[in-house]
């Protein structure tokens, strides 16, 4: 019987999803050892590589290998479609040409061409000599091809190709680079909790980035790029401020799974004031919004649950009195029609003004809304002067308001 085909796509999957990560670790050691004014691309010039002035000036191949015990020679698959990758792309002999840079996770097998290529102290000379005894006397099919056009290149120009090649072996696995990055970060939050939320926004971050680059929305990301944002994300984990972890995509994305808000007790309370679809799509997403925000600052301990519950006590305490104050202003002779419409003038003036904060310096809109409908959806207010009867005949329970 015929072998059956593996169609099994997540090694490459792997590979691919390694590079852009590892991306964002070689960006920050730029950042802070050779390269403070360059950029990182993807899939521009090469996997991955260094750019100053939009001029190529390392050319950097990426291969990854899960937990491979294997070591790095000079007649292996890897090293020689690297070179082969490089031939194709300049001229091996230009003595102006980039350098070319072979980042692996393997470690480069003792007295091999790639452990003569480790920096800092590289001997070319040495790994020239292994790389042309390696391609006379190798028998791989796959590499045949290259060692060939390798041979045939006329030894001042291999002598050059040799001088730009370097090789970072070693590299971080895929589960390590996580630490890797946090390692080269100039500082971050302290606790456990805040540097969890750090990365997770960093990575998010570079996640969308790298997604631009390939889509070729963007060319590269620059060090100085880099560091503006590590800044301003910093900034928003000071004693004042706090940061935003949920966005629009993230009611989207919940959304598409399913999610539905549609007979929560703050949905009817908005209904009560005949509030229109547009805004009522809003009110659902805020509510999601500043919902899960506030459980993944807790779960981060970036905000405690008492700080939370009185953040919360002094929404309801500067709502009471707008509420109070609507009522008294309502005649006695008022309609449905004129309930409503102070219902939702009162809903608006406590929404669109953002008096009560969470945090001195925080003071999205969106957070300031949602609370306000999860304390809806809870009875704790509401908009309509008679929202206290209704919503004890819609869950049964008693409000105290």
Same mark, same amino acid.
């Given at each position: ?12 999957? =792997? ?9 964002? =670790? ?15 691309? @993807? ?30 020679? %000079? ?6 479609? #690297? ?45 020239? $000599? ?21 041979? #045939? ?23 390590? $680079? ?22 997770? !926004? ?8 790298? &997604? &631009? ?31 935003? $972890? ?8 919940? !959304? ?35 919902? *899960? ?10 905000? &405690? ?40 003038? @009162? ?7 953002? *008096?009560?904060?969470?945090? %001195? ?41």
């Amino acid at each position: 019987m015929p072998s059956p085909v593996s169609h099994d796509a997540s090694a490459s999957a =792997l590979g691919y999803l390694y590079q852009a990560r590892w991306a964002l =670790l070689e960006l920050l050691r730029g950042a802070v050892e050779e390269r403070p004014d360059g950029a990182i691309s @993807l899939e521009m010039h090469d996997d991955v590589a260094w750019e100053n002035g939009h001029r190529a000036v390392d050319l950097l191949q990426v291969k990854y290998h899960q937990r491979s015990v294997r070591t790095l020679g %000079d007649k292996d698959d890897d090293l020689w479609r #690297t070179i082969r990758s490089w031939m194709d792309t300049h001229q091996p002999g230009d003595p102006d040409g980039p350098w070319l840079t072979l980042v692996t996770t393997q470690a480069a097998r003792p007295g091999s061409a790639a452990a003569a290529l480790r920096g800092p102290v590289r001997r070319p000379d040495e790994a020239q $000599l292994l790389l042309e005894r390696a391609a006379r006397e190798s028998d791989a099919e796959k590499s045949k091809e290259t060692r060939e056009r390798f041979l #045939t290149l006329s030894p001042a120009d291999r002598g050059v190709f040799v001088q730009r090649m370097r090789v970072l072996d070693g590299a971080p696995l895929s589960d390590d $680079l996580d630490e890797a990055v946090r390692r080269r970060l100039f500082s971050l939050p302290p606790g456990d909790g805040p540097k969890n939320a750090f990365m997770r !926004q960093l990575w998010a971050w570079w996640y969308e980035q790298a &997604a &631009a680059m390939l889509q070729k929305q963007i060319t590269s990301v620059s060090v100085e790029q880099l560091r503006g944002w590590v800044e301003h994300l910093r900034d928003s984990f000071t004693a004042a401020t706090l940061p935003t $972890l949920v966005g629009r995509d993230d009611w989207r994305a919940a !959304q598409d799974e399913g999610v539905d808000f549609g007979d929560r007790c703050f949905v009817h309370q908005l209904r009560w004031v005949d509030v229109g679809r547009v805004q009522l799509e809003k009110a659902v997403m805020d509510y999601y919004r500043a919902y *899960t925000q506030a459980v993944l600052w807790v779960d981060d301990h970036l905000v &405690a649950i008492d700080d939370l519950a009185r953040y919360q006590e002094d929404l309801v305490d500067e709502w009471e009195r707008h509420f109070d104050r609507m009522k008294r202003s309502l005649p006695l002779d008022a309609t449905e029609q004129d309930r409503q419409r102070a219902g939702e003038d @009162l809903m608006w003036r406590l929404l669109d003004s953002v *008096t009560v904060k969470i945090r %001195d310096r925080y003071d999205e809109v969106f957070f300031h809304r949602g609370q306000h409908h999860c304390l809806a959806d809870e009875g704790r207010v509401g908009w309509h002067p008679e929202f206290v009867e209704r919503v004890r005949a819609l869950t049964g329970s008693v409000v105290h308001a």
